[in-house]
């Protein structure tokens, strides 16, 4: 069974692009979330999707944004870059309510 | 509000040693807690999970957990550490709705020879 796939996994940007990043979830598993990881600040939750319904999402600025599509499938999109927003990127998914599994993420360098 | 407090964010071992690595949390209701682990450049494996069944909680590789409510605390421990297991450790609580996890700042493992 395939785990949880996230492209790209590497990708550096320039200040004041956008960027887009993609999660395919784990066979079956309807509920995908997104983390972003920094040194200074650990790990922050983003947002969470379900049957393409945003049902949660954390304190981050506008500028991030996500879909979920029919699939399951998940982008989270950043626009306007910023130097700090240079972090991995992580995707998680599970069934309804039970265990999350998390990709190996996507590092994203702004310069 | 919902909160994870890692006590260490260094935990040193030699191989063949006990690890205790330690989590407290904070909930207004009954928490769904685990334990992930980080190797370096890679994304989180769960290593256990609580979820209001026993109360100690055994996961991969030899680790275990406990839950105790009075202390509100979830220490990990281990009785013999391996060098594989030097990696980042990162105790987690579930909100309630099971929609998002709070993510304590973790504990880095060395363990030397």
């Known amino acids: 069974k395939a785990g949880v796939t996230q492209t790209p996994r590497y990708l550096i940007k320039t200040r004041g692009q956008q960027v887009t990043l993609s999660c395919s979830p784990i066979s079956g598993h309807r509920s995908v979330s997104w983390y972003q990881q920094t040194p200074g600040q650990g790990l922050q939750f983003l947002f969470e999707y379900f049957s393409e319904t945003q049902r949660n999402k954390g304190n981050f600025p506008g500028r991030f944004s996500g879909r979920q599509f029919s699939n399951s499938r998940s982008e989270m999109n950043v626009s306007t870059l910023e130097l700090g927003d240079s972090a991995l990127y992580l995707c998680a998914s599970s069934l309804a309510g039970n265990t999350i599994y998390f990709g190996e993420g996507s590092w994203l360098t702004v310069v | 509000a919902q909160s994870v407090t890692q006590l260490d964010s260094h935990v040193s071992v030699s191989e063949g040693t006990p690890v205790l690595l330690r989590c407290n949390y904070s909930?207004?209701?009954?928490?769904?807690l685990f334990w992930y682990v980080q190797h370096p450049n890679k994304g989180l494996q769960l290593l256990l999970k609580y979820t209001s069944a026993a109360t100690l909680v055994k996961g991969i590789n030899g680790f275990e957990a406990e839950f105790k409510k009075s202390e509100t605390s979830f220490h990990l421990t281990k009785p013999s550490a391996h060098m594989s297991d030097a990696a980042e450790y990162f105790c987690?609580?579930?909100?309630?709705?099971?929609?998002?996890?709070?993510f304590g700042k973790g504990t880095t493992l060395s363990v030397s020879s």
């Open positions: 987690v609580a579930s909100n309630q709705a099971g929609t998002a996890l709070i």
């Open positions: 909930s207004s209701y009954s928490p769904s």
